[in-house]
């Protein structure tokens, strides 16, 4: 338990600086830009799937897929076979990328379709998930500082009634 609240802090901080020095740069992005980030970093996932996990490797073999060589296009996701949660939860030990285990905390859904579904999450992704909702609500807490400074407390805004809170 002391290690995944070590892991926890520590992707907080490591997310409030992906904020700053990334994510609050993307919304300008050009289109071709955004485009070509993802289509560079969805070939990585799946290059890294492949070479580090036995039941992507697998699957990819059996419809002759290799990832360094084949997907040229977003279009190439349409040869992949779709994942159910069932495989996942049946194939989860062959599933984890052992490169990355260490420094990983258990998560896991919470289940409203049914059985919750288990899973490692690495500090990268923790602090990235973090750096999204930084992106979501900083935003919100300055608009609630510069109501608080307008007269009465008054704004026209109707998006700052929504997501402040309420100032007593």
Known sequence: MKTKNLIKDISRIHGYRIYKGFLQKTPYWSPARRDDYVFRHLKTTLIRAYEGTEFYRERFQSIGFDPNADFTSSAELSRLPILTKDQVRENRDLMIDR??????????????????????????????????????????????????????????????????????
């Open 99 to 168: 490169r990355f285990k260490f420094g990983s905390i258990e998560g896991q859904t919470s289940g409203t379709t049914g059985e919750p579904l288990r899973m490692l999450l690495n500090e990268y992704y923790v602090a990235f998930d973090t750096a999204a909702i930084f992106r979501q609500w900083l935003p919100s807490e300055a608009m609630c500082r510069r109501r608080k400074k307008t007269h009465s407390g008054v704004s026209p805004d109707l998006r700052i009634r929504f997501f402040c809170r309420p100032t007593i």
